[in-house]
């Protein structure tokens, strides 16, 4: 019977890896839920409204559209009311795949906020005129339905523009309208965009640009990135990895959103790769990466 199975697993194996030009990034995909499910999106949302409530004066919550499926988009921005800032912003995404959710991105609202109330990095940031944009679920029909992509079955990490790529994406609603967003808001306020830094699950890495084979970063680009992965590797330990995603995954993939945070605005861009299972146990390790990465900022 055992080797019935074995046997049996290994057709079904090989049957899968034929449908896939490249077996790394198939296990990549198959492997990307994260095992945790999350309360339901609209009580997130909930969350972010009442920040808004308690915290007026330094949060908004922006509805900025809806999905394919209908749900409301919601992003939170934490800024001093009518600040604008030569301090580059910060901007955290989360679950664009709606299987990894990783029990993180959607607390960093409120310890930014509640950081805010008092002396140090995050206030005096702040206080500057920085800025932070959270949209902790970015593909909210997928992450109720705990799929990968979105209600029109695309996979929404392919689906932003990358010149370098030759990838000409915001063909989906959920990526278009918060591009839009953020473009103009960044505009009205006078910022640019400093980091932008999308969780997944669960290779265990920080990847940054390219994501793609045949394009590498300029020197000091290099080092602007490398600089806020040694600061995750200092307090999310040795183990989490950094580099680009054919070099730590193994294969190449286009239409990223790091990829066009760097390539459109500037911006140091990077994908979490959350370790599976376990990064719901690491909210204050990530705290602390972020208050040193904000600290860094103000440098």
Known sequence: MKILIAALLLISHSALATDFPDNRQQAAEINSDSGIRGPAY???VSELQSLELNYPSIVEVHNYG???GGRPLAL???AKKKSTSTLPAIYIGGSIHG????NIEDRLPRWFVENAQSPGVIANYLQRGGAIYIAPILNPDGYDRRRRENNNGVDLNRDFTVRAAQVEGFKQPE?????NFLTEDLTRTNRTL???MDYHCCIGALLYPWSF???VLPAADKVRHETIAHIMQRHLGTGVR???TPVILGYSAKGTSKDFYYERFGAAGFTYEGRRGQENRYLNEHTLMWNAIVEKMLE
């Open 213 to 215: 084979t045949g394009v």
């Open 242 to 244: 950094y580099g680009t």
């Open 42 to 44: 609209a009580t997130i």
């Open 66 to 68: 809806n999905t394919v």
């Open 194 to 196: 400093g980091v932008a």
């Open 99 to 102: 299987d990894e959710y990783l």
């Open 175 to 179: 990526t278009t309208l918060l591009i």
């Open 76 to 78: 939170i921005k934490i």
